[in-house]
């Protein structure tokens, strides 16, 4: 069957578009991203503005056509933190449902975090062992530990890429005290969050996920031979916390240039990497291994298995 997930985040509106059936490995055929950076338009009251309704209801209507001309079996429409957490985000659903048609399902960001946790648990298999997982989005870090197909500890917490830039790093390129007081942060929430964990054993296996973690590891990482036709990306903690001074000293429109960095990330890769490398460095993490699957596969996973 033909199957469309379409993935309203922070950062952009991404149509997937795969062929799949339960028991068996989605296949990729088609995919439409448009660049929103949703954490833009979010006002002091905590609305998105009307421009930034304007530029989400155009973006979802466009995705929603590209859907329509398909011939999905079924679509799967969501959004994450940037509407989850908008004061008008019930009235923002409305009018895009009414605009649209579509009728997102807002994921809490425990729900982020178990769907990425049951797509990377599906990638690396039960010989993985415990997996420690984590997920940077526009806005939120999701970390998850467990054993099995659903993760023991779920957490989000508000330190996402687009949300710590607009939070943190005002200038571009940024300024050493901007990210100095964007680290602090960060640990702050880190070690707050880090007692959650406490007596759930040491992981067999560390994941990052998500398009910020793998555009750092395409820049600072090794790959290396992987299963299948996916190459396997890894990132230590030293090639990082030496790759993000050096990002941090370069004007936004210029890090595209470098191996890995894309436009659409280019103005929060900084303190994606900073986040990273404290959540790294609170859980005591030296390597992780990069998952191709997060959560939007987790909601194809999810649905297949409740058909089947």
Not at 80 to 90: C, D, F, L, V
Not at 106 to 129: I, K, P, Q
Not at 243 to 258: G, K, S, T
Request: charged share 25%; no cysteine; aromatic share 4%.
């Amino acid at each position: 069957m033909r199957l469309g997930v379409l993935d309203v985040g922070s950062n952009t509106v991404h149509l997937l578009i795969v062929d799949a059936h339960a028991g068996a490995r989605p296949v990729a055929k088609a995919s439409h991203k448009s660049v929103l950076r949703l954490m833009r338009y979010i006002d002091s009251d905590g609305s998105i503005t009307d421009e930034g309704v304007t530029s989400l209801v155009q973006s979802i209507g466009a995705a929603a056509e590209i859907a329509r001309a398909s011939n999905l079996d079924e679509l799967l429409p969501m959004a994450t933190s940037a509407i989850r957490e908008a004061s008008n985000g019930p009235e923002v659903l409305a009018l895009i449902e009414r605009e649209t048609g579509l009728d997102l399902q807002v994921l809490s960001g425990e729900d982020e975090a178990r769907l990425t946790f049951l797509a990377v648990r599906r990638w690396y298999g039960w010989s993985a062992g415990k997996i420690l997982l984590f997920d940077i989005g526009g806005g939120s870090l999701e970390i998850a530990l467990g054993n099995n197909e659903e993760p023991d500890v779920a957490l989000s917490l508000p330190l996402g890429a687009g949300r710590s830039t607009i939070g943190f790093l005002h200038n571009d390129p940024p300024t050493p005290a901007q990210q100095n007081a964007l680290r602090e942060h960060a640990r702050g929430v880190l070690e707050a969050a880090r007692g959650e964990f406490d007596g759930s054993g040491k992981p067999g296996q560390i994941v990052g996920s998500s398009k910020t973690i793998r555009s750092l590891a395409r820049l600072a990482g090794s790959e290396s031979d992987g299963v299948g036709d996916e190459d396997r990306l890894t990132l230590r903690r030293n090639r990082l916390d030496d790759w993000v001074p050096r990002l941090a000293r370069i004007p936004a429109d210029a890090r595209p240039a470098l191996p890995g960095i894309t436009p659409d990330r280019t103005f929060q890769i900084v303190a994606g990497g900073i986040v990273l490398s404290e959540a790294m460095a609170v859980f005591g993490v030296r390597e992780l291994d990069v998952s191709p699957w997060a959560t939007r596969e987790g909601v194809l996973l999810r649905y297949l298995d409740r058909m089947a």
